[in-house]
């Protein structure tokens, strides 16, 4: 079983900056995707960003130019850098992967962006 720890969320003002962790329980190369997931209060979870083993990345529209996720295959990590923080960016953050066998969901980490 793959387990999937996120790290970094928290409470930050507008226009600040965070970032992600999510330490994967083994090697991070052997995922087809590594992704992160937001769910905000009352809404339906929501794909943020996505990145190949290779290093390719894809990104909603709402967050391009703002946010950057890479992936560390020494350490099993990925990470997902947030800039000019928004309220609206306020959810809780899930850190996500696939393989052949399976889908894995980090617990989530909280990030409330507010003055």
């Known amino acids: 079983q793959v387990q999937l720890v996120e790290s970094g969320g928290g409470l930050v003002q507008p226009g600040g900056s965070l970032r992600l962790s999510c330490s994967a329980s083994?090697?991070?190369?052997?995922?087809?995707?590594m992704a992160w997931y937001r769910q905000a209060p009352g809404k339906q979870r929501e794909w943020v960003a996505s990145?190949?083993?290779?290093?390719?990345?894809n990104y909603t529209d709402s967050v391009k130019g703002r946010f950057s996720i890479s992936v560390d295959h020494a350490t099993n990590t990925d990470y997902l850098e947030m800039n000019s923080l928004k309220p609206e960016d306020t959810a809780v953050y899930y850190c996500?992967?696939?393989?052949?066998?399976?889908?894995?969901w980090g617990q989530g980490t909280q990030v409330t962006v507010s003055s």
């Open positions: 996500y992967a696939r393989d052949s066998y399976g889908h894995f």
């Open positions: 083994r090697s991070s190369s052997r995922f087809n995707v």
């Open positions: 990145i190949s083993p290779l290093g390719f990345t």
